[in-house]
């Protein structure tokens, strides 16, 4: 008879004891991966680290797989099989001898013969069966240990009644928090989100787990709310000064573009109307002044009337309205004239020093109003057009926007733009910003300005957040 005869013989055997080494060492490796899962899920429990239960289940299984693996790949030599199939049968070497009847003899037949004879009165699962062992035992109870540790809050037990009452109410600590942090916590997944605003997401996702896993105490679930709302206080604070720095860097960009684009061609007129203003500021603490004569406030308040219109009729009046204007101012200029040169008002009583004094800064002022309605008819044209430019107006549209809100900051309120929509403001404010430099890039000047402006908004939004 062959070798391979009794090889054919063994194989059988072979395959059983595979199994059988597979069911010891899964049990193995199982009870290695639950071990593993145990100390994952109880680090869990004590927040050292993150577990889901796809991880404990993950290293459950790949104990289970490497165990088995090693039982299937591990070398199997037929002599060894050989030797464990004698000692279990107790065939007194039998299949181990003729095993190893490699060169011709006239015993090897009869030898091999008498090996297969006993072999076919074998089962294989006589030989090998699937025993439970220690690793087994070992397994049910990490097993058990496991699911008491991921579903201990969960278990109606009577016992437990006090643990599961507050871990209830930690429950709704953790849902109060994560309510009035969800703004936070929406603002988080924008790309524009700070490293503050993604650690106070990441916390508060954490503590609504741990909590709802029953994994944390009221008195742990409070400690931990008290941090997140001290964060969160301190988020509001730096977007509040995120929001002063930038509304106040954006506010004095616009400001200074506006300013210079009204200087390309009114820079005189923008002097006058300067003057102006302080002309009219101090009309009216002077009207406030309760020493003045009936004359004086008559003459206060006729030559208020005559600056207001002179301040309207900027740009607004056309040229018939704008003349008849004029013609008043320079009428009024020389009754103040004539005054000083008579030292008489105009019911002929002399005039007192505070009275000359008030018609010399009348006369002044009144000469400022009509130098300011005599600028050239281009100068009033470009800003009529500068002013009526949809650029422009939406430009100051976000500088008033701005504006408001950095009052709101200065009197302690809360800005009603969040730092994205500030953001997004300030990117509107850029393409205006664009959008003008365009249109009136043909004066070296103001190109150049509206670039640096540009720059300077794109460095507010690169680093103010």
Known sequence: MKPDALTQALRPFRQRARLVLAWRYGAIGTTVGIALSLVADLGDWWGTWRVEPWMLVALIVAGFAVGVAYALLRPLPMDALAQLIDRRAELKDRVTTAIFLNEPSPFANPLRDDALQHLANLRP??????????????????LVALLLSRYLPQLPLPFL?????????AQQVARDVRRVLKPVLEHAREPEASRLEKAIAKQLQELYRRAQQGRLSKKEALIQAEKLLAQAQKLQQQSQQHLRRVSTKAITAA????????????????KEMQALLQRMKEIERQLQSPDLSPSQRQMLEAEKRLLQQAMEAMGQLNSKQMKQLMEALTMQMAQMQ????????????PLTDAERRLAQQQLQSL???????????QAQEFLRKLTNDPNFQEAMRRL?????????LQQGQTPQLSPEELERMLRELEKALEELAKQYGDDEKIRELARQLLEAVKQMKAGGT
């Open 125 to 142: 699962a006589q030989l090998f069966r699937f025993r439970w062992t220690a690793w087994h035992g070992a397994l049910v109870g990490l």
């Open 161 to 169: 009644t006090q643990f599961r009452q507050d871990r209830k109410e």
């Open 255 to 270: 400001e200074t573009l506006q300013q210079r684009l009204r200087q390309r061609a009114l820079a005189s007129q923008m």
């Open 338 to 349: 004539q005054m000083l040169q008579s030292g008489r008002d105009a019911q002929g009583r």
């Open 367 to 377: 000469q400022q109003a009509l130098r300011a309605l005599q600028l050239s008819q």
């Open 400 to 408: 008033a926007e701005l504006q408001k809100q950095l009052q709101q």
